[in-house]
């Protein structure tokens, strides 16, 4: 079934292979990155993805996947089978980590401005007061981050 469907970014076989439910690693959830799936789990097929022939992507089942780190198990994948004591290990090491990341920076206080009108002639319909964290030139806020070197921002670190 060779051929690209273009509404979906990918060959008409890797759609096929989503229909077979097999799927990308970005795909996965749970916590686990593309490269530590790479690095444990066999895939299933690749298939090129993209606008260019060039670029391939790999499809995994991902009952096995999740088999391999420990965190589900099915009748068809057990952990007695397929579970990678080394895979678990690091997934657990990744999962504190992200767990225990906090931005530190100055605490910062200002205002920016949400813009309104059409693309053709925009303007600031209002300016919205913030209290965040600037950290590595941007500043984080609750919902959100924006660039502290931005045209339209302003703000002042907050002593104390």
Not at 41 to 70: D, I, M, P, Q
Request: glycine share 10%; charged share 30%; proline share 1%.
């Amino acid at each position: 079934m060779a051929g690209y469907d273009y509404m979906r970014g990918m060959s008409n076989n890797a759609v096929q292979a989503h229909n077979d439910g097999l799927t990308t690693a970005s795909k996965i959830g749970h916590g686990l990155t593309k490269d530590l799936i790479e690095k444990y789990c066999r895939n299933e097929e690749w298939h090129h993805t993209g606008s260019t022939f060039y670029n391939a992507t790999n499809f995994y089942v991902k009952e096995y996947v999740l088999a391999v780190f420990g965190i589900k198990e099915t009748e068809d994948y057990t952990f007695e089978d397929y579970r990678d004591e080394k895979a678990v290990e690091e997934y657990l090491i990744l999962k504190e980590s992200k767990k225990n990341k906090k931005v530190e920076g100055l605490k910062v206080v200002g205002k920016y401005a949400v813009w309104g009108g059409t693309r053709k002639h925009p303007k600031i319909s209002y300016w919205k007061e913030f209290t965040g964290i600037l950290k590595d030139g941007w500043i984080y806020l609750s919902d959100c981050k924006k660039k502290a070197t931005g045209n339209w921002i302003e703000y002042s670190v907050v002593k104390g």
